[in-house]
């Protein structure tokens, strides 16, 4: 699909995709990150604002032809490393202050859901924030809605929710880590 346009979904020009970011970065619980991590990121509109607040941020998507736009248009950004990874399996290495994840979590199987969010509940370090942003109904596929993969995340023990919207296009919930 990214063979045919640079952005198939077009999130660069959708009124709601846009608000949802703003949305996403006014609810970042800090204004400075050291390490965030971004997987699903596409190509890499919400990375570049995050890229502002964090001295550094490893993006991810599954997707080459995703990968290659975002690492083309981000070039300009020395603190963001874009890379291609499939989850569960391509969960990084280290720890992060700060893991946002949108848009991605309703597209896994039941056991990669749990594998992943193991995984980012692992990889977030103790007094970091994870924010989760998913439409709230899939017309388009996906295994779950935003209020499925949310509950999900929010039954995590030892994650304090912090933040939370829910309007008629999207939730959102940011959580820091006990």
């Not at 993969?149 to 304090?160: D, F, I, N």
């Amino acid at each position: 699909m990214y063979l045919v346009k640079d952005d198939p979904w077009d999130l660069a020009t959708k009124w709601h995709d846009k608000r949802k970011y703003a949305v996403t970065m006014a609810s970042l619980p800090r204004e400075h990150y050291r390490r965030c991590y971004e997987p699903g990121a596409s190509i890499g509109l919400l990375t570049r604002m995050l890229a502002e607040r964090c001295d550094e941020v490893l993006a991810v998507d599954s997707v080459e032809e995703a990968v290659a736009a975002a690492r083309e248009s981000l070039a300009d950004l020395p603190n963001v490393r874009y890379e291609r990874a499939n989850l569960p399996a391509g969960l990084p290495e280290g720890t992060f202050d700060l893991i946002v994840i949108g848009d991605l979590l309703y597209y896994l199987s039941a056991e990669d859901l749990e594998l992943v969010l193991d995984g980012l509940y692992e990889r977030l370090e103790p007094g970091g924030d994870i924010v989760s942003v998913h439409f709230s109904n899939r017309a388009d596929g996906g295994n779950y809605d935003g209020f499925n993969v949310h509950a999900a995340l929010a039954g995590r023990p030892g994650l304090e929710r912090l933040v939370h919207h829910d309007d008629e296009w999207f939730l959102l919930d940011a959580f820091r880590r006990r």
